[in-house]
């Protein structure tokens, strides 16, 4: 055996497993050779220290060889496929990943690109995970030795890494259940970080260990006593105080008092099995009293990163309120190794999965990897990625029940609108109400830990905009957009399709006659995928309904046969009477003084060389032949033609929302004639009120769908 690797324990790989971690370390001790790291170290001492911390972990054999083997690629002039041809794919697959998301690392220091470097880190860490979730455990353990040894790095770079490692690897490490790993990281950022608040906060604590010494022992002992006397046995009693990066947190909710905090010190009793863990809760609450609202069934009821455990907080010896923390090894196991705990208790069932080996799979516990790659596939790597992981991962977690008592697990601050997506997106999409804890709750209302959420449903209901201000997760988000998206594409689909029937109609063609072959013909010559593309299009008022008639009907095959009248409403008056060519505003016309045209004729234009459009009758025998000069025309009533309308809109008030509608009225090409706005007295609503010139009712009706669109916009009415 090589002598190198004596202090390794390699007692649980079996003699292949021993092998193969071996000559892992064999090559990559060649491969490092003459290299050193910054502390002046042989640099083969750093994977040689994650592949340990990777044995502690009781990780598999190929997880160990990765770990020996995790810089090479980076670093030396191996290459992927000297592994892969020696190590074999998986190995290989391995040690790629753990590259892949470190090469972001080297990224420029300032606060825009961090977050975008951290972003990308992140994105890349998540995709490698979903190919083998291994890949994110050795990472751990890189980083976690790496922010030990940061001593020899520039301050800058001890910055950097150190706030990259509490922002992203702890978080990551915590929601892999991965307890041991995460304290190393927050306590060793911590250091280099708030080296001020960290050092002050260490002496603190330093001196409360020491004088609740004599406490903790005596309480230990009375425990063990009460525990014993019941005839239960106990693996092991241990008291000890948080971390320090935990209490520090805990301190910055109560206001820098630490007095308020009642679990600077925890107690953790091992029993052997689940139902000595409760008989021991019973056993400890007949000799201390429990503050009740602080007992915790996290057996029952598992966090959402998979943690078990018994909590009380009980009045102890002297009257002081400490923390005890029951649990079975194994419990105890997974709370240290969280994610690593599995592969272990894998190989050592030799489970299914792992027999086949299959181990690589995301577990279903963690599908919300899965779901965080498909954020990240939908918005890319920019801004709102960054916002989706800060959510949806950074941000401390709650979980609350359904009616039925299942689980869910959201960012603070989620609504029951976010629980509804959550639980299954037609039911987020069908909101009416919500009852928390048995009592109708607001809907923008944030949830609480451990509330019980009850949706309620409408048919006919549809996501209110002001929805988007209050969610809190990026799925929840992303859904509601993609509804008013579709749903703006409708709305424009109808009226277009409408715009254009009525322009078919104009010329004589039932909408029903045009063929699927010739919507297609159409929509291909104006450059649109398809048909609905083009109706959309129209409704939106991107092209005219004329133009897509055009298309259809080139004018030489076809004569116009009637013309169209308002329809309805009471008989215009003369005086009030103008002409709307098909397609067109505002275009200039005259009424043709050879047949002096008159309402209810039917009418037909004729686009002159330099004078604008002569109207005609229909039947005018003066009507020149040139049909691609000839248009369609209806009479209209004046007071519905370029007549102001006033609009009135209602709106949530913020920032930037008078901007947002008359952006919104001047890129339809609208003219604003007047406006102004004002707020109700609390500031928080905003009325709007604009005069518009819009050129017919179609329109009118387009516009103010649009104007609804708008962010925070409540109602749309005419005036
Ligand atoms: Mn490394």
Redesign the pocket.
Known sequence: MNSKILRFNLENYGTEGGVLIERALDFATKAHEGQSRKSGWPYIT??TA?AQSLIELDMDAQTIAAALL??TIEDTSVTIQDLQAIFGTEIAGLVEGVTKT?QVDHMPSEATARTAASAENIRKLLLAMTKDIRVIIIKLA?RTH?LSTLQYLSPEKQQRIARESLEIYAPLADRLGMGALKVQIEDLSFAYLYPGAYGELSKLMASYGRSSQKYLSMLKKQIAGNLSKAGLEVVSIDGRTKHLYSIWRKLQKADGDIEKIYDLIAIRIIVPTESDCYQALGILHQHFKPLIYRIKDYIAVPKPNGYRSLHTTVFAAEGRITEIQIRTPQMHSEAEKGLAAHFYYNSVKGSSNYKKANVSAVPSKLGWVNELVDVGQVTGSGQDFVDALKVDLFVDRIFVFSPKGDLYDLPEGATPIDFAFMVHSGLGLKVAGAKVNGRIASLDAPLANRDVVEILTRKNIEPKRAWLTSVKTANARSRIRAWFRKQSYEENFVSGRGLIETELKAWGHAPSAVSDELWQQAADSLGFKNPGLMQAAVGEGSISAHVVVRRLFPVEDTKPTASVVPESGPRPKPGLLTVQIAGTHNLPYQLSPCCHPSYPQPIIGYITRGKGITVHSKSCPNLPDDKPRLVSCRWQAASDYHQPHNIRIIAQNRLGLLRDVTALVTTEKYNITAIHSYDNEEGTESTIELTVEVPNRDRLVVLMRKLGHIQDVGTVQIK
């Open positions: 750093h994977p994650v995790h810089d470190g890189d790496n």
